[in-house]
């Protein structure tokens, strides 16, 4: 091949390549746009989205006859507190958007056929995230903060003992009571959150590997019992020190890995070693 050859061939392959850059750029572009004006209209009902997270605490505080407080110690935390807030709402708010954009990327370079086979994992991926921080929000955090109020000690209205001290022995004990900061308390209901909301993603990852053939429904459930110790081992990191929280995270990794056996064995029977 001749040298002016060789320098078309090279014109011809960078001019797709440059294509697809200016393309990215557009959906990047569009994507900075939902994020910002989602960011913007949370940060005006940010008090709104904070008390809707805050409620179960709220809820805990009044089984326990406690006015429920929350304080902050530093002078920007509360204003960074709500930042974060803002900022992890407007995305959740303007993923479906962002999705449509992820979409109109990767769809030209797909056949009819990958299309139709990547199309329900895009749906379901922010189906099952809800489905999963819904779960935290509504189940998890309400029982966990109900087991971490439980060690308060000398407060009224409390039914609670510990180390065998009852309420009506409390006279002259020093009291316990919980007093979160804004900040600690974001972190953990997003920890939560997010941990809850990625582990329902199992079920598309695994899915999506059975398709490519990294994984079989056979040596899925061949592993069943590495990914017990797996499952609690995560829940133990990703959740706070708690029982409930763990519980509560690993046994829904079991059951949604068990689901994606089921659904590979129904859907990529022709993958199966048998």
């Not at 087991?147 to 065998?164: D, E, R």
Request: negative net charge; glycine residues 6%.
């Amino acid at each position: 091949m001749s040298k002016e050859e060789e320098e078309d061939t090279i014109e011809q392959s960078s001019a797709p390549l440059m294509d697809h850059l200016i393309e990215l750029r557009q959906r990047l572009i569009w994507v900075s746009i939902y994020i910002t004006v989602a960011f913007v209209i949370c940060f005006y009902f940010n008090e709104e989205i904070y008390r809707f997270l805050a409620q179960p605490f709220v809820d805990v505080s009044h089984k326990y006859g406690q006015d429920p407080k929350m304080i902050y110690t530093g002078m920007h935390e509360a204003f960074f507190v709500y930042l974060k807030i803002s900022f992890f709402a407007a995305f959740c708010v303007s993923f479906p958007l962002i999705a449509i954009q992820i979409w109109k990327f990767v769809a030209p370079g797909l056949y009819g056929n990958e299309k139709r086979a990547f199309l329900p994992f895009l749906i379901g991926t922010p189906l099952l995230f809800i489905l999963g921080a819904a779960l935290a929000y509504y189940i998890v955090i309400p029982n966990a903060w109900n087991f971490f109020m439980s060690f308060q000690v000398g407060l009224q209205n409390t039914n609670t003992h510990i180390a065998g001290i009852n309420k009506e022995d409390l006279a002259g004990v020093l009291s316990i009571e919980l007093l979160p900061t804004v900040k600690e308390y974001w972190s953990l209901v997003m920890l939560l959150i997010l941990a809850f909301g990625i582990t329902f993603q199992l079920p598309i990852l695994l899915l999506l590997l059975a398709r490519v053939g990294f994984v079989t429904a056979k040596g899925l459930a061949e592993k069943r019992k590495f990914m017990i110790v797996a499952a609690f081992a995560f829940a133990a990191v990703m959740t706070p020190p708690d029982p409930i929280s763990q519980i509560g995270l690993g046994i829904p990794i079991l059951i949604l890995y068990e689901i994606s056996i089921i659904l590979i064995r129904l859907t990529i029977k022709d993958k199966i070693d048998v």
